[in-house]
């Protein structure tokens, strides 16, 4: 990776750490997680079909699902357990893995022999279901085990209640063996994402990080934004951005880039809550920035069964806006603090990188073409991407980086591990989609929630957002999507909100759990990196990252948004957002063409909630008087006489 990280297993949140687990047993979780990237490269690479065999798709979840229990178990990254427990925990690995494995290979005869609820499926699906819940509860905490586990006693025992939220009589072994067998179940499609587009996307990245991407990400950042005030933050936003739409885990991002980008920025003059705030938010955006989004946009096409590129175009302008936001607020602060560009022997000539670093692009050149071209799936499109970026590491160095074959264990290793959170998150998933469809308890939550809002749609939004950053805190993005696409996105269809923009309404708000106290892992990380205070760093986070709070309340109701409808409507409202994100962006530095006070600040805010919202978001009509014009009116003649008036700071543009 660069970073001196290599060949160190994450710590169950996507981010790598010194691991205290005892070497034999660490020795052991390198092997599995190696296995597991292994498994998932057989698989994508359709292997099995040249040797003439073809497994059950649920055969090799259950393989999977194997690896990931006993690597789960097994780990020890705090180095808290005793011999004892050290015992126990092998005994855990052991029983679980084996269940798994059991399953793997006794499956073809339990499917077909799941009404008949056979002794062994019946125990088999027990021990899993104990299994995923206690990993579920090692790595992401209790939250999400108490929502499964309430989901699951509320099917079981929602028939002995009257009201929309009953449900239908499910004994409880046919719902122990359902959700253990059947591919509606944990065996279903949420695990299968979780096995096939995530780890190939994961060994996408890694590898291009090992061959040195990491390095030509920055210097192409350098080169395009260092020479422009405030240019270590705007670098930082930059590679963070590319880095992160490739490797789909956050924390990780700001372990490879974060450690260079905010000790620049702590150089060039950017408070220490403010440079690991901006690392924080561009790398958490990183997933929302297409064509690859982290996997997302593969995840939300085979959930939502539309073409991938139906995603790309869908989330294009949502993300130009973040990021425009995130540059705007770094230009302005650099701008009211005076923080200058960056060194000029920092910076390479954009021509020397791009000479040097063009093979970089071939490997998303062969994701695409194997995407649109030849129609492949989505894992096996990232194999060969993977592929290409192992021949060009092989044969292209940048600035002196070259890969070396002996770097393959450590991208297997690192691989597998990163996967095991949204692994059990998925098959934890299974059993929420699996209760909710065999008890009818899905559609009772649905029209509760929708009754809730009491048939408003802004209300019923916020709710659905604030459950979102909920359910959201402490786990992986992807993670957050899969459980919230079960929770939360058939309630927000219900009430007729476009599929596409429920589900992207869902993911934006899940992925601002990362940086939202009390549990903003992200913002967390990236402040230990910059020594400020963690809680200020996280709500400064907040204060950047605006823009993913607040837009996907916009787009659910402005389809041009997501480049829906007439071309003229949609060009005016981009252009509306556009400067409402600018408009309030300087409301929140406090600076626009210089100093803003309190009362101005007040007025450039307004102005800028009235361009980006529409009117009947807040009114609950289609057809008044556009406020935003209005305001416009009135606050354009004072800005202009405000930006002119004497002022002890001098008065610079706000983007150079």
């Known amino acids: ?247 789909g885990v956050v924390v990780s991002n700001i372990v490879a880039t974060g450690i260079i980008t905010i000790r620049i920025m702590i150089k060039g003059g950017y408070r220490r809550t403010s440079a690991g705030a901006i690392e924080a938010v561009a790398s958490t955006g990183g997933q929302i920035l297409p064509p690859i989004m982290g996997a997302a946009a593969f995840l939300m096409a085979e959930i939502l069964q539309v073409p991938y590129t139906a995603i790309v175009v869908a989330a294009l302008v949502p993300a130009l806006l973040f990021y425009i936001a995130i540059l705007l607020q770094a230009d302005l602060e650099a701008a009211r603090l005076r923080i200058p560009p960056v060194a000029e022997n920092l910076i390479l000539p954009l021509s020397r990188v791009l000479r040097s670093g063009w093979p970089f692009f071939v490997p998303f050149a062969v994701v695409i073409v194997s995407l649109f071209w030849f129609g492949l799936r989505a894992d096996t499109a990232a194999f060969y991407g993977a592929v290409a970026g192992l021949l060009v590491g092989l044969v292209a160095a940048y600035r002196t980086r070259r890969f070396a074959l002996g770097d393959l264990w450590a991208i297997l290793v690192r691989t597998g591990m990163s996967v095991i959170d949204v692994a059990l998150i998925a098959a934890s998933a299974g059993y929420l989609i699996g209760m909710l469809n065999i008890s009818g308890l899905g559609f009772g939550l649905s029209y509760s929630l929708v009754q809730l809002g009491s048939g408003n749609l802004f209300v019923l939004l916020v709710l659905a957002g604030a459950i979102c950053i909920v359910l959201g805190m402490g786990m992986p993005t992807v993670g957050v999507y899969l459980v919230l696409a079960v929770l939360i996105a058939p309630s927000l269809v219900e009430v007729g909100v476009a599929p596409i923009a429920a589900h992207l309404f869902i993911f934006y708000l899940g992925m601002m759990s990362m940086v939202t106290p009390p549990v903003g892992i992200a913002a967390f990380f990236a402040a230990s990196i910059a020594g400020a205070d963690k809680m200020r760093t996280a709500l400064e986070a907040m204060r950047f990252g605006w823009v993913a709070y607040v837009i996907p309340f916009v787009f659910v109701v402005t389809p041009s948004l997501l480049l829906e409808g007439r071309p003229l409507d949609i060009v005016a409202d981009i252009a509306a957002a556009i400067a409402g994100v600018w408009l309030i962006s300087s409301a929140a530095v406090g600076w626009f063409r210089g100093d803003l006070s309190g009362p101005w600040r007040l007025l450039v805010g307004m102005i800028g909630v009235a361009f980006l919202f529409p009117d009947h978001i807040v009114f609950g009509a289609w057809h008044v008087i556009d406020l935003g014009a209005i305001l416009a009116l009135a606050g354009a003649a004072a800005l202009r006489w405000h930006s002119a008036a004497p002022s002890d700071t001098p008065i610079e543009r706000s983007m150079e």
């Open 1 to 247: 990776m660069g970073d001196g990280t290599a060949g160190r297993p994450d710590d169950g949140h996507g981010h790598v750490s010194a691991d205290k687990t005892p070497k034999a047993l660490a020795t052991i979780c390198h092997v599995l997680a190696a296995l597991l990237s292994l498994t998932a490269i057989v698989w994508a690479a359709d292997a099995f079909r040249y040797l003439g065999l073809a497994p059950y798709t649920e055969q090799f979840l259950a393989a999977v699902l194997s690896l990931c229990l006993g690597i789960v178990f097994l780990r020890d990254p705090r180095g808290r357990r005793g011999r004892w427990r050290t015992r126990l925990d092998v005994t855990f690995a052991l029983l679980a893995s084996l269940s798994a494995l059991y399953l793997t290979v006794r499956y073809p005869t339990l499917v077909l022999q799941q009404l008949q609820m056979p002794a062994d499926g019946l125990i088999v699906s027990g021990v899993l279901l104990v299994a995923i819940l206690e990993g579920v509860r090692r790595t992401m905490g209790p939250l999400l085990v108490l929502v499964i586990a309430a989901v699951i006693a509320f099917g079981l025992l929602g028939h002995l209640i009257s009201g929309p939220l009953q449900t239908r009589y499910v004994p409880p072994e046919r719902a122990l063996m359902y959700l253990g067998v059947d591919s509606g179940g944990m065996l279903g499609l949420t695990l299968l994402i979780a096995a096939t587009i995530v780890i190939a996307f994961i060994l996408f990245g890694q590898v291009l990080l090992a061959s040195g991407a990491g390095a030509f990400f920055n210097d192409l950042s350098l080169a395009l934004m260092g020479r422009r005030r405030g240019g270590s933050a705007k670098i930082a936003i930059v590679g963070s951005g590319l880095f992160g739409t490739i490797s």
